[in-house]
């Protein structure tokens, strides 16, 4: 049987994630995911690619009555733990993602100056503002907050497994699963990367749409727990054996569809696959 092994919410784009025992999936992803990001003064993202640190940042969510985030706490080795107090009725601030313009809710000049210290250069910390209307790409239309590209990302033990095995045969160290940064992995597919053929699947109570497989980086090459690059793997190896025509591939991306609760141990049931 398929089911969920593991559930992963990213409060601030680029930072460590937060292992859940279960949550719930918005049209937007997993609570709290990504409604946060760190940007240059220009309002530029700042991301692992060019500022590996954010690894080392963690952020954990306390929620308000409502249960829309109320409190946002960041802790780093080396830092004091910061407690921010929310703000979603601010100022907002033009920000750029990929070439994309949105905007942001700044979260004051004590985040600004703890996370510019954390990463070594002036950066703000910005909200996704409540009217954030944003619409993904994809083969399935949907939304999310400050994601690269669609809600979820989803990746399979077996698709790593396979990786594993490349990596050992070519006398390389394996990754781990956080180097992929997902949402949810799935366990109990006997082939590598069926997720790349599965087209709507229902993950507990929610249901999600295919948009793409999911493009990698060097976000991949990133040690998580120390924050610096370790490359060329896991790129040079994927590279061997998942080149797309849009990139490296491994892990697929989907729109959530029907949302609801989603929890470790849950059966993953998939309603239709690729065709031929």
Not at 12 to 34: M, N, Q, T, Y
Not at 54 to 62: F, K, P, Q, T
Not at 203 to 222: I, M, S
Request: aromatic fraction near 4%.
């Amino acid at each position: 049987m398929v089911r969920v092994t593991g559930l992963y919410s990213y409060p601030v784009k680029g930072c460590a994630g937060i292992p859940l025992d279960a949550g719930v999936l918005s049209p937007a992803g997993l609570e709290h995911d990504r409604t946060f990001m760190v940007v240059d003064p220009a309002g530029g993202f700042r991301s692992q690619r060019t500022d590996p640190r954010l690894a080392l940042v963690r952020a954990g969510v306390e929620a308000d009555g409502s249960g829309a985030a109320g409190t946002l706490t960041l802790s780093c080795a080396g830092a004091e733990t910061l407690p921010v107090t929310v703000e979603t009725e601010g100022p907002r601030h033009p920000v750029r993602m990929h070439g994309r313009a949105f905007h942001g809710v700044d979260q004051g000049d004590t985040a600004a100056g703890w996370v510019s210290t954390v990463l070594g250069r002036p950066s703000r910390l910005v909200r996704v503002p409540p009217e954030h209307d944003r619409e993904t790409t994809g083969r399935t239309p949907g939304t999310a907050a400050y994601a690269d590209s669609s809600a979820v990302l989803l990746m399979t033990r077996r698709s790593l497994d396979e990786l594993t095995a490349r990596l050992r045969a070519r006398g390389a160290d394996p990754v781990p699963m956080d180097r992929f940064r997902p949402n949810v992995v799935v366990d109990g597919w006997e082939a590598p990367h069926a997720e790349d053929e599965v087209r709507r699947v229902a993950v507990g109570e929610a249901e999600l749409g295919f948009t793409k497989v999911a493009v990698r980086c060097v976000v991949t090459t990133v040690d998580q727990d120390r924050g610096v690059r370790v490359g060329p793997e896991p790129l040079r190896t994927l590279a061997e054996y998942r080149r797309t025509p849009d990139g490296v591939a491994l892990g697929t991306r989907f729109a959530v569809t029907r949302p609801g609760k989603v929890s470790v141990g849950d059966e993953v049931r998939v309603s239709e696959w690729a065709g031929p």
